[in-house]
């Protein structure tokens, strides 16, 4: 009986939607509902050009246009995941971290086990050199995937914000381990021995950055200062 | 079944607790900086030494804001066997930071509060009450500072006829950050304007300029993290200190000072502070004399 209640739901949403608002289809069904096969239909049209038209216009730079856009979408759809998530990486993207910060939050609100809003919540944070929230942020992703890199790259940023340093020689070492094909640990360690005047092993981490990218710019020029 | 229940919860309470507990501590974090300062008075009428020794707590939650405390007990010593005064001084700060899309930095607004209470038989240092808002400015790349400090102070009314003071200053201070971060020039000015210049050594206002200059080092054994310089000319009285905490209530016309210090890393968390220096004053009768002053304190981060 309730699947039928969804179903029909569904159906009459895309109805009124391509009626009204033809550029969003408003496509509703719940996790363990089979998808209505229109509703299906309906994603690969309506839908798609959404968002076809939404990724066109952040490669173009148009971020307030790509905004709106997903305005459009949540504005029928406030809890649609995926559009806040995409409002979000683009209000970001055009340097406005707090809305970014109101979207990432809203999707955490949402479904506060979603690891990509966990990292992408970190961007701006990091922007605002918000450190410690960046970090703690970065840290609830550890603890679910202990060794998902992106978190680990975004706490060493933090790390290396704070200025603690024997910590980041710590982590920057662990992650060279567990990614020995990285360089961004690679850097990171090298950063780390730097501040703390232990020039050789400066060296020994800028040398092996050479190894992955050989004209990498700080690797060179520390290796030209420090000889 | 009704037992295992109340079971059950007291394990998942306590799993809830330990949780919340973690997050709590992950989100505070907590320095202590206990603290002691000497000064030995040289060609002063009436005053010998003054000692005093504190303890400030500084709680940040995460980058949002943080509160500091903090008590000190200080004992002025008097020449030719003049009573020793006590005083008691309670400090308490608030926080907040904002990161507005518009500025290129972070913005904090604060507000400070002083206590502080002696055994002054004119009443004239005892009493103080402040009250110190200000809202500071830091660029992300570290390169600059702005901001601006106001203070109002109350004293105690005379006990000797001088009536009651009211004390107002205001602190414009820039910063300059150079060599690649290696060093940081802060410069900020004193405007103090009294209510009543009986209280004031006869002074309605005064004007100083404070200059301090920081150099980072990378610590390395004896090498400190930091060493700073700083100097202070002009003519400053009953000044409000937003950056250490202090309250200068029982001094005189201060006419310049010199000092250095040093910050030390003991362990990833531990920093030993110390500084010394001298302070030119002037007291009422215009007899000048100087304070040769030592500070250490040792700030651990829980």
């Known amino acids: 009986m309730k699947h039928i209640k969804i179903k029909a739901l569904a159906f009459a949403l895309v109805f009124a939607s391509t009626s009204a608002h033809a550029a969003v289809t408003v496509c509703l069904w719940q996790p363990g509902y089979n998808t209505p096969e229109s509703c299906n239909t309906s994603l690969a049209t309506n839908n798609t050009r959404i968002w076809q038209s939404n990724y066109t216009l952040e490669k173009s730079g148009q971020y307030a246009l790509a905004v709106a856009g997903m305005d459009e979408v949540l504005r029928q759809i406030p809890t649609h995941e995926f559009a806040l998530m995409r409002r979000a990486w683009l209000n970001y993207s055009q340097g406005r971290h707090n809305d970014a910060l109101r979207d990432y939050n809203q999707v955490l609100a949402l479904n506060p086990k979603a690891l990509d809003a966990r990292l992408g919540i970190t961007l701006p944070l990091l922007a605002q050199q918000r450190w410690r929230e960046a970090a703690v942020e970065a840290n609830k992703v550890i603890a679910v995937s202990a060794w998902d890199y992106t978190a680990h790259v975004r706490l060493m940023i933090c790390e290396e914000g704070e200025h603690k340093w024997e910590t980041l020689t710590r982590h920057a070492t662990e992650l060279a381990t567990r990614y020995p094909g990285d360089v961004t640990a690679q850097v990171y360690l090298a950063r780390s021995a730097a501040w703390q005047n232990d020039i050789p092993s400066a060296r020994f981490a800028y040398l092996k950055v050479l190894q992955h990218v050989p004209d990498h710019i700080e690797a060179n020029a520390y290796l030209k200062k420090n000889p | ?302």
Not at chain 2, 88 to 117: E, Y
Not at chain 2, 274 to 302: D, H, K, P
Request: glycine residues 10%; contains cysteine.
């Open chain 2, 1 to 302: 079944m009704k037992h295992t229940q109340p079971l059950a919860f007291a394990i998942a309470a306590t799993l809830v607790c330990t949780t919340g507990y973690a997050a709590e501590t992950d989100a505070w974090t907590i320095k202590t900086t206990p603290q002691a300062s000497y000064a030995g008075f040289s060609n002063a009428a009436t005053r010998d030494s003054i000692v005093s020794a504190g303890l400030y707590a500084d709680m940040q939650y995460l980058d949002h804001g943080g509160i500091t405390m903090g008590a000190s007990h200080t004992t002025l010593k008097m020449k030719f066997g003049a009573p020793t005064l006590q005083q008691n001084a309670l400090f308490l700060s608030g926080r907040k930071n904002f990161t507005p899309d518009a500025l290129p930095g972070k913005l904090t607004v604060r507000a400070d509060v002083h206590r502080a209470t002696n055994n002054d038989v004119t009443n004239e240092t005892n009493g103080v009450n402040v009250i110190a808002p200000q809202v500071g400015f830091m660029s992300f790349d570290k390169s600059y500072s702005l901001d601006l400090g106001y203070a109002r102070s109350r004293y105690g009314n005379s006990n000797i006829g001088n009536g009651g003071l009211s004390v107002s200053q205001w602190t414009p201070t820039v910063g300059f950050g150079f060599n690649q971060g290696g060093d940081w020039l802060q410069v900020r000015v004193y405007d103090i304007h009294f209510s009543n210049a009986l209280r004031a050594q006869n002074a309605s206002r005064t004007d100083a300029l404070e200059v301090k200059w920081t150099h980072y080092l990378v610590a390395n054994g004896l090498t400190p993290e930091q060493i700073q310089v700083g100097a202070l000319v002009g003519k400053r009285l009953y000044a409000v200190d937003g950056d250490s905490g202090a309250l200068y209530n029982l001094a005189d016309v201060q006419r310049g000072s010199a000092s250095l210090g040093a910050q030390w890393k003991l362990a990833e968390n531990t920093r030993l502070i110390a500084q010394g220096g001298v302070e030119r004053y002037e007291n009422s009768l215009a007899t000048r004399y100087s304070a040769n002053y030592v500070y250490a304190g040792i700030s651990q981060q829980w």
